[in-house]
């Protein structure tokens, strides 16, 4: 019997690691998406500040084949980019979550998932991305090494609430 996927909303941090990180947890998360063991999504907003980030970094390495390598990272890794959030959603969000979640920057990000609700948010900020608004959305959110030690350990099914 085939089992579905896991569904991961990203936050720009775990692509950015994936990227320039050499051995972070969430080169590990990279590879389990470009080999269909887990699907990725996240927000326009992510992508645009991906993009900001990679090229800050590509103007002071004078390596503009940076942009080339996100693009070809987040094609093999199969990312489905969601449209941002409607306005008013976001402001419902941001009634509902800022006293938990502390960075109105996330807000959108959370908003995305909550419209989509996916298996799990995997964010390496976990300062914003906290327990508290995991409990209160009913989203599992992991940084990359808090999901790869759950796989590890096999607490991930039971974590999320699947069949074993």
């Given at each position: 019997?085939?089992?579905?996927?896991?569904?991961?909303?990203?936050?720009?941090?775990?692509?950015?690691?994936?990227?320039?990180?050499?051995?972070?947890?969430?080169?590990?998360?990279?590879?389990?998406?470009?080999?269909?063991?887990?699907?990725?999504?996240?927000?326009?907003?992510?992508?645009?500040?991906?993009?900001?980030?990679?090229?800050?970094?590509?103007?002071?390495?004078?390596?503009?084949?940076?942009?080339?390598?996100?693009?070809?990272?987040?094609?093999?890794?199969?990312?489905?980019?969601l449209p941002n959030p409607s306005v008013d959603h976001v402001k419902t969000t941001f009634k509902k979550y800022l006293g938990v979640m502390h960075?109105?920057?996330?807000?959108?990000?959370?908003?995305?998932?909550?419209?989509?609700?996916?298996?799990?948010?995997?964010?390496?900020?976990?300062?914003?991305?906290?327990?508290?608004?995991?409990?209160?959305?009913?989203?599992?959110?992991?940084?990359?090494?808090?999901?790869?030690?759950?796989l590890i350990t096999g607490a991930i099914r039971e974590q999320l609430g699947l069949e074993k």
């Amino acid at each position: 019997m085939t089992r579905p996927r896991l569904l991961a909303l990203i936050d720009c941090n775990i692509l950015i690691a994936g990227m320039f990180v050499p051995m972070h947890p969430a080169r590990a998360v990279m590879v389990l998406a470009s080999n269909k063991h887990l699907d990725l999504i996240t927000c326009r907003e992510v992508i645009e500040d991906i993009e900001d980030e990679i090229l800050e970094r590509a103007k002071i390495r004078n390596d503009y084949e940076l942009v080339d390598t996100c693009a070809k990272l987040i094609k093999a890794t199969r990312i489905k980019v969601l449209p941002n959030p409607s306005v008013d959603h976001v402001k419902t969000t941001f009634k509902k979550y800022l006293g938990v979640m502390h960075h109105q920057a996330d807000i959108p990000v959370l908003a995305s998932a909550l419209e989509v609700e996916p298996n799990m948010i995997l964010s390496d900020n976990r300062e914003h991305f906290n327990d508290r608004v995991a409990e209160r959305c009913g989203i599992r959110i992991y940084s990359a090494d808090e999901f790869l030690n759950s796989l590890i350990t096999g607490a991930i099914r039971e974590q999320l609430g699947l069949e074993k």
